[in-house]
Structure formats: C-alpha cells, structure tokens
C-alpha cells in the first residue's frame, strides 16, 4: 500500500467505475497510484517538507514498529466460525477490527477479544516530544522530536534545526525513537486515531491517478470530467509550489539550513551584473 488506500477514490469515483479504467488490476493501480505521488511530489519538494506527507500506509501488525506521524490503518480479514484463530488473530466482524486474546473458533462473541476500531480506521504515531518549531525559544533541558529523532537542548537557541550540521552543540546527535512492537493502536498515549495526511493532496493525487488511469485506456479521449479535475490539480501545484501567498499546501514548509535559503518553484532566480 502507498500514500492511498482504497476508500480514498471513493470521494470521486464509484469502485465498479474505477474498476473499469484499471481492468481490475490492483497492480496497475499501485503503478499508477506511485506515478501520481511521484508526479505531485516534484511541484512541492522544494517548498515542503513532503517527506513525512507521502509515505507509505500498511496495515497494523503488532510485530510493527512505527515512527512518528508515520501512519497505518485497521485491516482485518472476516471472522469464519470454522476456522481455527491463535491469539493476537486480527478478525473483522460487520466492519469492526478485533484481536483475539485467546484462541477461538466456532459461532462468533467478543469473550476474548479487544476491539481496535471500524474497518480502515486510520491512525498514526504520536512525536513522543514537541515537534521542533524554529520560532520557539529553548533552554537547556527542553526536549523536542524533530526528524525521527529526540534531541535535548544543550545550550540556548532559536531558529537552527536540531539536525542541521552546525546544531550539534546546541542539540547533540539525537536519539532515534520509534514505537514498541507490541503496543495496540487504541493505547493514546502512542498513537492517534486521525488522518494526518493533507486532505486536499489526497484528493489531488486521486485526481493524477484517476487521469493516467483513464488515458492508458483511452489516450486521446480523457472523459472532460477527469481532464479537468488533472488540469486543476497541476494548475494548484504550479500555484503552491511557488512564491504565491494566496496559495499553500496544507503541510509543513522547508526549514532552511544554516546560511541558505529555501528555494520556492522549478527555477532559481537569476543573478544580473551589468
């Protein structure tokens, strides 16, 4: 699974429609699904800090750990009272996830079980400290997450990222954290039950998918309805990877590093000597 899943088309396409422009072919969408990120990330990389926007989306194992803000979601296949289910067994029964804590079979009940959640229930992992925010000032003590990792402020300062090469002595080397295996998504004080992604790049990205999806088919007879949704969506990157203040993505910009300056659009500006 990638940046989608599949209830995300259900905003713009019915499945047996969208089924149609793939022939069915899951493989085919996770192509084209990595093409739209792909192709969406390259109009915000240099303005956005989109790595932690477009990352894969698993579903939750217990064995799993999970980096902050990284995301899963609640997946599970039917209960069947035939089959024979070990602890720790992920089941769904009329669209709610459930564990088992023990092992079950035959006619279905919740003895023994601990309810996740509904049926792809996104969640996503809790920064175990404030995020970094270079309009913060810290002392010595204070701790923030900031990249994967956990930094303890050495000595006072504003503005320089923890891992910006020149940090060290304010920040030191970090300590890496992700969560503990083992640990179940209903426990809030690791993770949160929310979409954490940008609602409005999910349906973008819907919309390039959507666009490559139907021209594989049909390449000089896009229906008008998705060429228009595609040209939409390239014209709003253009306009939000660029110096446009009407105009941003929902998520976290570039942080410069010490002593540069965040480039925003495809082209850097000229410098003229006459």
Known sequence: MGYLYQRDYLRQIQLPQLNQLIGSDNAILMTLEATATEEANSY???????????????????????????????????YVAANNYLTNDLVEVNGKVYILTANKTGAWNTNNTTLLGSLYDIFFAKPPQPVWDA??????????????????????????????????????????????????????????????????????????????????????????????????????????????????????RLQPKTGFRTLMGSLKRNINTY
């Open 44 to 78: 915000l990389l240099q303005k956005y800090d989109t790595a932690y926007e477009f990352t894969d989306m698993q579903p939750w194992s217990l064995a799993a750990t999970y980096k902050a803000q990284r995301r899963f979601y609640l997946f599970a296949a039917t």
């Open 135 to 252: 309009e913060n000032e810290y002392i010595i003590g204070s701790q923030v997450w900031w990249h994967d990792k956990v930094y303890t402020c050495l000595n006072p300062y504003t503005g320089m990222a923890p891992d910006d090469p020149n940090a060290k002595p304010y920040w030191g080397n970090g300590t890496a954290y992700v969560t503990t295996a083992g640990v179940l998504p209903t426990n809030t004080g690791v993770f949160t039950q929310s979409d954490n992604r940008s609602q409005q790049l999910v349906v973008y990205v819907v919309n390039i998918v959507l666009y490559y999806a139907a021209k594989r088919i049909a390449p000089q007879n896009v229906p008008a309805n998705i060429l228009i949704a595609y040209d939409n969506t390239i014209n709003w990157l253009i306009a939000a990877s660029g110096d446009n203040r009407g105009i941003s993505a929902n998520i976290p």
